[in-house]
Each structure stands twice: as structure tokens, then as C-alpha cells.
């Protein structure tokens, strides 16, 4: 079965300041996607990024960046110019074998 | 993007009695749907997974029989609650499988709260 571990329970950072969320997975198969997913308080899932594992190159959206390392099985998301609305929940999620499995969350707190 | 709607998304039942959330997806044909139940503060965890016009495929320790899920359509999944009990009482979310592969959209979120 596929797992998803998030080994960092609570995350803080300066406004403006770089953040970088880790993520690791297990699997057997080749071919997945790997995403990470922001929940504010209003509990909406929203999709940050989105990475598949056959592209090599690390995905990217504005501010938000992922380095994926597949021999490593390791997914991290990084936060540029961190703004206040960044404040969430973020998941890491694995999908492979018609299956999304999340990881535990991190909690992502904005210091002004 | 794509559009998928959770209704009702807030929900107060007496013990013993069945409820029923829908999830539709508004603007895509979704061949599979997926449904997860949220505690407090922790992960969203996968109940089952849902195909149109088949039955749905239960997570190991979720009870079929309790929560009951049904996709007709290829734009509507239900979720029933059935003899809905104190400890059912959760955030049940929807999400439905699009294009391009790999793709999910999430519906808002139901909050079930059984007395």
C-alpha cells in the first residue's frame, strides 16, 4: 500500500521569507502523480501543485516550487516570498492505482 | 477549473437516523468519485472510491453497510449515512477524477454532526 509521511506536524516563517515543506512516499509503481494541496480554515481543498513522476523536471507555479527526487521517493514544496494568505494546512497527496492518499499535514504559520 | 458541488455542507441529525451528502461534479463527466472523512485537525482518509454504474469500492474497516454510496450518473455520487451515530459525526469531503489523468477536484465539504 501506498504511504504518505509529512514529518513536520507545525511549520512557521517570516512574511517575505523562503519555507520548504517535506514530504516522502512509498510505492511500488512507476507510474503516479504527486501533488500538494493548501486547506484553509474554510476547509477547501485547493491544489497547489501538481507533479507527474515521469517528467524530470521539478514543477513550478509562481511562488510555490516542488523538488521532487524519485530514487529518493521525496515530493518537498517551497514557498517564495511568503505571504499571509499562505497560512494553511498543507497535505501531500500520492495518486497512482486510481488512489489519492494523503499525508498528515502540515501546518503552515505566516509571521508578520 | 473544473467545478464539484457537496451538498448540504452543514448537517444535524438525531441518533439512529440516515443522512445523505451528494456530490456532483457541475461542469465534467466523472467516471470515478472518491469520498473521505476528515477529523479534527487530522488527514483527509479515503472511505471508498466510487464508479459510475458499479458498485463502490470500500476502504479496508469502513462498514459498506453504514455508509452507503451510489454512483448513478456520471455527475452525482451519494453518500448515506445510514443509523447515523454520535461517532459518525465528521467532515465528509467528495472529490471527482477528471482530465487529465490524475486530476482530482474536491467538493466544499460536508459537516455531519449526529446528537
Known amino acids: 500500500a501506498q504511504t504518505v509521511t509529512q514529518s513536520q506536524p507545525e511549520m512557521s516563517v517570516q512574511e517575505a521569507e523562503t519555507v520548504t515543506l517535506s514530504c516522502t512516499y512509498d510505492?511500488?509503481?512507476?507510474?503516479?502523480?504527486l501533488f500538494w494541496y493548501k486547506q484553509p480554515p474554510s476547509r477547501q481543498m485547493i491544489l497547489v501543485i501538481r507533479?507527474?513522476?515521469?517528467?524530470?523536471q521539478n514543477a513550478t507555479e509562481n511562488r510555490f516550487s516542488v523538488n521532487f527526487q524519485k530514487a529518493a521517493k521525496s515530493f518537498s514544496l517551497k514557498i517564495s516570498d511568503s505571504q499571509l494568505g499562505d497560512a494553511a494546512m498543507y497535505f501531500c497527496?500520492?495518486?497512482?492505482?486510481?488512489?489519492?492518499?494523503f499525508g498528515t499535514g502540515t501546518r503552515l504559520t505566516i509571521i508578520p | 477549473g473544473a467545478v464539484v458541488s457537496q451538498h448540504p455542507s452543514w448537517v444535524i441529525c438525531k441518533s439512529g437516523t440516515s443522512v445523505k451528502i451528494e456530490c456532483r461534479s457541475l461542469?465534467?463527466?466523472?467516471?470515478?468519485m472518491f469520498w473521505y472523512r476528515q477529523f479534527p485537525k487530522q488527514s483527509l482518509m479515503l472511505m471508498a472510491t466510487?464508479?459510475?454504474?458499479?458498485?463502490?469500492?470500500?476502504e479496508q474497516g469502513v462498514e459498506k453497510d453504514k455508509f452507503l454510496i451510489n454512483h448513478a450518473s456520471l455527475t452525482l455520487s451519494t453518500l448515506t449515512v445510514t443509523s447515523a451515530h454520535p461517532e459518525d459525526s465528521s467532515f465528509y469531503i467528495c472529490?471527482?477524477?477528471?482530465?487529465?489523468?490524475?486530476?482530482?477536484?474536491f467538493g466544499e465539504g460536508s459537516r455531519l454532526t449526529v446528537l
Open positions: 461542469d465534467f463527466q466523472a467516471t470515478t
Open positions: 466510487s464508479n459510475e454504474g458499479s458498485k463502490a469500492t470500500y
Open positions: 472529490s471527482a477524477s477528471g482530465r487529465p489523468p490524475g486530476e482530482l477536484f
Open positions: 507533479q507527474e513522476a515521469y517528467k524530470q
Open positions: 497527496a500520492y495518486f497512482g492505482n486510481e488512489k489519492l492518499t
Open positions: 510505492t511500488s509503481e512507476s507510474d503516479y502523480y
